[in-house]
């Protein structure tokens, strides 16, 4: 038993830096989203950091913007091992994406340089757009979400449903 208490703290010392957020459906992400847009996956732009090259940002192309004013090209910042965003890596090249935003760093919020944006914290990957339709999950069901289609061009009727009445 006390080999069991004695390892319990290496054992959450693992869990102390990374982050920890329980998952956002796309209805929820909107209200800390700075933008939504439809995007294209153009490149991945590795870094080399003391030596080890990692690919932390990718950069895609506005399609859309269905809220706020964006640049044609954005720099998207993933996860860097610690970050509650998805890797950028997991967005294959050419793939077309709807994704709320952030201009907000993580962990301390602090404002990105222009054009660079982060998905919003805990929100998934976004909705994947294929053809006409894009998929994901749009509203939380519970503890999770059941991912379901939505037309595009539907897609901003249902968001200006989404945004809080003024």
Do not use: H
């Not at 935003?101 to 944006?117: E, H, I, Q, T, Y």
């Amino acid at each position: 038993m006390r080999r069991l208490f004695g390892l319990l703290p290496l054992l959450l010392l693992g869990q102390a830096g990374a982050a920890s957020c329980a998952f956002q459906s796309f209805q929820q992400a909107l209200k800390w989203a700075d933008a939504v847009a439809l995007v294209e996956v153009q490149k991945y732009l590795p870094q080399t950091v003391n030596g080890y090259t990692r690919t932390q940002d990718m950069q895609v192309k506005v399609i859309k913007a269905y809220v706020g004013q964006l640049a044609p090209t954005l720099t998207i910042r993933g996860d860097n091992g610690m970050a509650p965003y998805p890797y950028v890596t997991s967005y294959p090249l050419g793939t077309r994406w709807i994704i709320p935003l952030s201009k907000k760093g993580w962990p301390d919020d602090r404002p990105l340089p222009a054009n660079v944006f982060t998905p919003v914290a805990c929100a998934g990957m976004g909705l994947i757009v294929s053809g006409p339709v894009a998929y994901g999950v749009l509203y939380q069901v519970g503890r999770s979400g059941i991912a379901e289609p939505i037309a595009l061009n539907a897609f901003p009727d249902w968001l200006k449903g989404q945004q809080p009445k003024k």
